[in-house]
């Protein structure tokens, strides 16, 4: 299995800041034929199931807004958040899906600080 | 808009089977054009992908493939999943969520959860 691994486990930045997160694959997850990397990003507010913010590493999902961005390729990856809101308060999950089984990082909790 | 609900019993007992349904509504589940899949997360852990279903078969996580078996129902629109033989570690909120074939595995869309808590 590939095990994806997130820093920090927490997080606490004020608003109007950058927040940044970071995800390393124990393997690479860029398919050389495509030159896609497997990797997306969610947000899970509490009691909430998980939300589809960034997939191919840096394609911005339908409707999230443009202050999340996501970067890296082959086994490390980041999401910024470019000015932190009230309502970006939540746990963040990077998923690689270049191999079966699909894992995800142990998640990043962020709060305003 | 496509949206997926889960449902099924909150209580299992130890060593009894688990079953849980999802149903999409919105869109149709015989379209070749989506996978569906379970992912279940234990209460304040992280998230742990079941397995998925297409319309040409199954994959399921090597971790409990001995125990997992997932199903398409077309005529209600709905894909289940059974796990046997459920212990305590498989206490969990379960999701099914959906990936747009083609795109790799991101879920697009998830259903809002159902808690199962196994216990005597």
């Known amino acids: 299995d590939i095990v994806m691994t997130q820093s920090p486990d927490s997080l606490a930045v004020s608003l109007g800041e950058r927040a940044t997160i970071n995800c390393k694959s124990s393997q690479s997850v860029l398919y050389s034929s495509n030159n896609k990397n497997y990797l997306a990003w969610y947000q899970q507010k509490a009691g909430q199931p998980p939300k589809l913010l960034i997939y191919w590493a840096s394609t911005r999902e339908s409707g999230v807004p443009d202050r999340f961005s996501g970067s890296g390729s082959g086994t490390d990856f980041t999401l910024t958040i470019s000015s932190l809101q009230a309502e970006d308060v939540a746990v963040y999950y990077c998923q690689q899906y270049y191999s079966a089984p699909i894992t995800f990082g142990q998640g990043t909790r962020l709060e305003i600080e | 808009q496509v949206q997926l609900q889960e449902s099924g019993p909150g209580l299992v007992k130890p060593s009894q089977t688990l079953s849980l349904t999802c149903t999409v509504s919105g869109g149709s589940i015989s379209s070749g054009a989506y996978y569906w899949t379970w992912i279940r997360q234990p209460a304040g852990k992280g998230l742990e992908c079941i397995g998925r279903?297409?319309?040409?078969?199954?994959s399921y996580n090597p971790s409990l493939k001995s125990r997992v078996t997932m199903s398409l129902d077309t005529s209600k629109n709905q894909f289940s999943l059974k796990l046997s033989s459920v212990t305590a570690a498989d206490t969990a909120v379960y999701y099914c969520a959906r990936t747009i074939a083609g795109t790799g595995g991101a879920f697009d869309i998830w259903g809002q959860g159902t808690m199962v808590t196994v216990s005597s």
């Open positions: 279903i297409y319309t040409s078969g199954t």
